[in-house]
């Protein structure tokens, strides 16, 4: 018997109808005759509301780090209550299943309360029940540190424990249940030509999530990746007798024809910084950005230009939206230090990203992006690349136009 992990979001939990409706595509994997191990999130919106009660509740500065500890125990029982939930309807079933919680697995983490990250996973004895026919219903999002405290792995850290749980179990795939069906080749809601991919690799799902694709942790893939575990993404909210198609992540050893350019993906939480007439000399960026690295603020699509000042050069990037004001008051503090003239910053921006293995060994991706974009008025502010990736920043009243022409102009509609 091949050995299954499944895993369902939030939305596919989010009640007792959604439980059993979930409950269904387990039981057809076992009368298939594979061994399940099942990860579960929280109900939808329960770990919001578990945030805010910590929040709420949230004690004076000098019991900040007692404070991270009793959060990681608040909010990781959301996936307690919906891992005892299946567990109990799979019963109701006539299946033998169990829940497991993280400290009982256990996956041990390191320290870092909110955000940790597994070192191990000790899965002897839940690849024993699995073998034995048991349905494994897992907590995800949570583990446990060496202090025997419960931690968590960060937002959308149970996707992260799935593939885990994988990887060490030896399973032959990871099925990640959502509410869409599969990865499209943009966001379907923007465009009617958006398609369903069949198959797309490792690298391309890296580079999606990476820009702001949504149905997979970025995490979650690098750890595929590095693990050689093959995923597949699904609906729960399909029939389950309908046949599973979904998306399958995979080597990039297994796609037979590659395209090249398999995705268009916007992302609409982005912001950008102009630092202007900072002193063009040694170690001047290295501050600023060791500065934002310590403020935990991420850094995208940096470009430095001439400054219209003789010894000067302005500094621009995009962050995330939701830090821009810390960013900006980072830089406030440290304009002294580093000798910089003023600042601005622009909320109305967005990111769009062709992404495609094919882009390696074809040229012209870029000429068509750019070509189209201009034939179409949209100025670009920034542009950064990989090897299967090009960027743009454009106005964000733009965007939605530019994901559409683009689509168009690299035929992704037929890409299937």
């Given at each position: 018997m091949a050995r299954i992990v499944m895993k369902f979001g939030g939305t596919s939990v989010a009640n007792l109808e959604r439980?059993?409706?979930?409950?269904?595509?387990?039981?057809?994997?076992v009368e298939d005759g594979h061994s399940v191990a099942v990860v579960v999130s929280a109900m939808a919106?329960?770990?919001?509301?578990?945030?805010?009660?910590?929040?709420?509740?949230?004690?004076?500065?000098?019991?900040?780090?007692?404070?991270?500890?009793?959060h990681d125990a608040i909010v990781s029982s959301g996936e307690q209550v919906t891992s005892g939930l299946l567990a109990l309807v799979m019963q109701q079933m006539g299946f033998r299943a169990r829940s497991w919680q993280g400290w009982q697995i256990p996956f041990n983490t390191d320290e870092s309360h909110g955000k940790a990250r597994i070192?191990?996973?000790?899965?002897?004895?839940?690849?024993?029940?699995?073998?034995?026919?048991?349905?494994?219903?897992?907590?995800?999002?949570?583990?446990?540190?060496?202090?025997?405290r419960i931690t968590t792995l960060g937002r959308g850290g149970s996707d992260t424990s799935a593939v885990a749980l994988a990887a060490v179990v030896g399973a032959e795939r990871c099925d990640i249940y959502t509410d869409v069906d599969g990865v499209y080749t943009t966001d379907p809601r923007l465009t009617k030509q958006a398609r369903r991919i069949g198959k797309i690799s490792y690298e391309e799902m890296l580079e999606m999530?990476?820009?702001?694709?949504?149905?997979?942790?970025?995490?979650?893939?690098?750890?595929?990746?590095?693990?050689?575990?093959?995923?597949?993404?699904?609906?729960?909210f399909d029939p389950p007798d309908a046949g599973a198609s979904g998306t399958l992540i995979c080597d990039e050893d297994e796609i037979v024809e590659q395209n090249i350019v398999t995705a268009v993906t916007p992302d609409f939480n982005e912001a950008a910084v102009t630092v202007l007439a900072v002193p063009d000399e040694p170690g001047?960026?290295?501050?600023?950005?060791?500065?934002?690295?310590?403020?935990?603020?991420?850094?995208?699509?940096?470009?430095?230009?001439?400054?219209?000042e003789p010894g000067f050069?302005?500094?621009?990037?995009?962050?995330?939206?939701?830090?821009?004001?810390?960013?900006?008051?980072v830089l406030g503090e440290v304009q002294a230090q580093i000798g910089y003239k003023s600042l601005q910053a622009d909320r109305n921006v967005a990111k769009i990203s062709v992404v495609g293995l094919g882009m390696k060994s074809h040229a012209g991706v870029a000429s068509i992006m750019f070509q189209t974009l201009a034939e179409k008025g949209i100025n670009i502010h920034n542009i950064s690349t990989s090897e299967i990736k090009i960027s743009v920043l454009i106005d964000s009243d733009a965007a939605e136009y530019a994901v559409r022409s683009l689509h168009d102009a690299y035929g992704l509609e037929k890409a299937n």
């Open positions: 439980i059993r409706a979930s409950a269904a595509f387990v039981r057809r994997e919106g329960e770990t919001n509301r578990l945030v805010a009660l910590c929040e709420e509740a949230g004690p004076p500065a000098p019991a900040l780090d007692a404070r991270f500890v009793e070192r191990s996973i000790e899965s002897n004895a839940i690849g024993d029940a699995m073998d034995r026919g048991e349905v494994a219903v897992v907590a995800g999002f949570q583990g446990v540190n060496r202090e025997a999530a990476s820009v702001g694709a949504k149905v997979l942790q970025t995490r979650s893939v690098e750890m595929a990746m590095a693990h050689g575990v093959r995923l597949r993404v699904l609906s729960s001047r960026a290295a501050g600023l950005f060791t500065k934002l690295a310590e403020a935990n603020i991420n850094i995208d699509m940096i470009v430095q230009s001439a400054s219209r050069a302005n500094i621009s990037f995009t962050t995330k939206e939701d830090d821009l004001d810390r960013a900006v008051e």
